[in-house]
């Protein structure tokens, strides 16, 4: 019976180090993490929809990208306009998450990630690739806003 009791004891005690390791994991995500991961998936396929490495659309490319580093966040882009903590063009930091009106629909239809440097990346028809926010012919006039979705700055 003792050792029942101890290999209980011992499995309760390891579980809450393997859950406390992830916790902490994904508190110490920062606004470099995020931008790094998500330039992990450059090039990869667009699909309507899509919300997985085999292809992704806008939203479920954020979606997954934050919640690959415990952050979750709704499934479209104008939900995921709806959280977080607004912030300025120029606040931005590499990780905030940028949003786009009026490309497919009217509204909140676009969202990507800053990566600094006036560059952001998203889930475009030609796949995950990057623009400048205030360069690019398509992009720069159609910018909405952004918004900081954790404290990871």
Wanted: aromatic share 14%; hydrophobic share 40%; net charge positive.
């Amino acid at each position: 019976m003792k050792i029942r009791v101890y290999q209980l004891v011992m499995a309760v005690f390891l579980m809450s180090t393997i859950q406390f390791t992830i916790l902490n994991k994904a508190s110490a995500a920062n606004s470099n993490d995020i931008a790094s991961y998500a330039e992990k998936f450059h090039g990869t396929p667009y699909k309507f929809g899509g919300t997985t490495p085999k292809g992704f659309d806008c939203s479920g490319y954020i979606r997954y990208v934050f919640n690959e580093l415990n952050i979750s966040l709704p499934r479209t882009s104008a939900d995921q306009f709806r959280v977080g903590t607004s912030i300025s063009k120029e606040d931005l930091m590499p990780g905030d998450l940028v949003f786009f009106a009026n490309t497919y629909k009217k509204g909140i239809s676009h969202t990507g990630i800053y990566l600094g440097n006036n560059e952001f990346i998203s889930a475009k028809s030609r796949g995950v690739l990057k623009a400048n926010l205030k360069t690019d012919p398509y992009w720069a006039p159609k910018y909405a806003g952004a918004k900081r979705v954790a404290n990871i700055h």
